[in-house]
């Protein structure tokens, strides 16, 4: 107890001396029997912001007084039943002779600490309550991430921090609520939905990392808080061509399709051979589909003619570079005239039987399929087996459409 406390007790001995002789008191009767506290003083938490009471419960008050003092700034709030403090937010609720119930209201950080109740008996007596103040969590905007660009391959830290009482703890999560692959210092791959800690640290970030982020400060007191950072992560464009070679027939429709992935978004179109970039018209339909940093390109191409059989490329750009892949258009003969001008379905199947070509831009099996034999394209690159099933997949599908016109014929 420091010096000043010592004075306080003083001044209070000297103007609250008990009037134990006053004739007037019937307590005075009892002149033996001295005050105590009938209980200890609580602690009590509270949340900032919120009201708090803290109790001190005397028995045998008579003529003496109590008085509330808070212990860190040594001053007095209230005596007997009297507020002494300046500060608007201090009360005595409900008091008698026996309960000096303290009432803070609208709780501040400032109000955390001691607070003792004492008698002016001699020698005085007291005791201490704590008034513990928790402060939901806040994120320090200031010393925390903003949204962020990087080159995939580049080492990223994404960091939040948090104030509250007591001190919040930050998890991070992807808003998408996809895991998130971290290296470890070690070099320890570990994948996890969550992650603890003030810093998340992405080692040779990819494309995969790229999306909204949540840090979350949580300290038990609700609510909990988060933020959301965005990590762009730029790459050059690249390609999947997942059918180098399709064959159509002769006034049919054909679709191409190429799959690109490129972020900053890229530039995405298609080009003959002569280098002439197509655009949509009667013969032509583009399509793009965007999610996220993926495009999907489809070139429809419409009533095809003997001159659109050849080289077709879906090209792509970006700020970073660019790419291109090749498809080939060749020309297949109808094997009955029955089909010959139904489209999409023979496409489907002749795409279908491909699946051996898939590669990611490489011009390799165009070229071994140009030393072959173009009108059997399905079956270049396919096993035996899958040629048969391919006959007799294509006939079924044959009966199924000439039923299906004789019908849309009748109605
Ligand atoms: C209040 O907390 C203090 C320590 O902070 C402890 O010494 C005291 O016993 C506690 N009082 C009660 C009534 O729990
Ligand atoms: C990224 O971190 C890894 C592992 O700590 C380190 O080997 C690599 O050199 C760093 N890369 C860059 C671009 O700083
Ligand atoms: C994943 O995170 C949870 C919660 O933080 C933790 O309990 C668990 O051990 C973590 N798993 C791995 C494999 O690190």
Known sequence: M???LRKVVILLGVFFLPIKGAVWNPEVASINILPRFAEPIPNVTVVLGRDAEIPCVVDNLGSYRAAWIKVKTKAILTIYHHVITRNYRISLKDSD???????????????????????????????VGY?????????????????MVTREGSNVTLECKARGYPEPSITWRREDGEPIPL???????IINIS???????????????????????????????????LLHVHFPPVLWVPSQLVGAQLWQDVTLDCHAEAYPQSINYW???????????????????YKSYKVHMRLTIRNIQKEDFGAYSCLTRNSLGMTEGSIKLYELSPPTSAVSNDAAGGFKLINGDFPKHQSLGSEKSSKGFQNGNNKLGPQAGTSG???????????????????????????
């Open 271 to 289: 080009d003959r051979e002569d280098g002439k970039m197509i655009i949509s018209n009667e013969k032509y339909k583009v399509t793009l589909k």
């Open 385 to 411: 087996s899958s040629a048969v099933s391919f006959q007799r997949s294509m006939l079924l599908s044959y009966l199924v459409r000439i039923l299906a016109s004789h019908v849309w014929k009748i109605t």
């Open 97 to 127: 002779n026996r309960n000096f119930l303290l009432h803070i209201k609208d709780v501040q950080e400032s109000d955390r600490g001691g607070y003792m109740c004492q008698l002016n008996t001699i020698p005085m007596i007291s005791q």
């Open 2 to 4: 420091g010096s000043q």
């Open 195 to 229: 992650h603890e800690g003030e810093k998340l640290s992405i080692t040779r970030v990819t494309r995969l990392h790229m999306g909204a982020y949540l840090c979350i400060a949580s300290n038990g007191v609700p609510p909990s808080v988060s933020r959301r950072i």
């Open 183 to 189: 290296t470890q210092g070690t070099g320890q791959k």
């Open 131 to 147: 008034l513990d103040v928790l402060i939901p969590p806040d994120i320090i905007v200031d010393k925390s991430t903003s949204d």
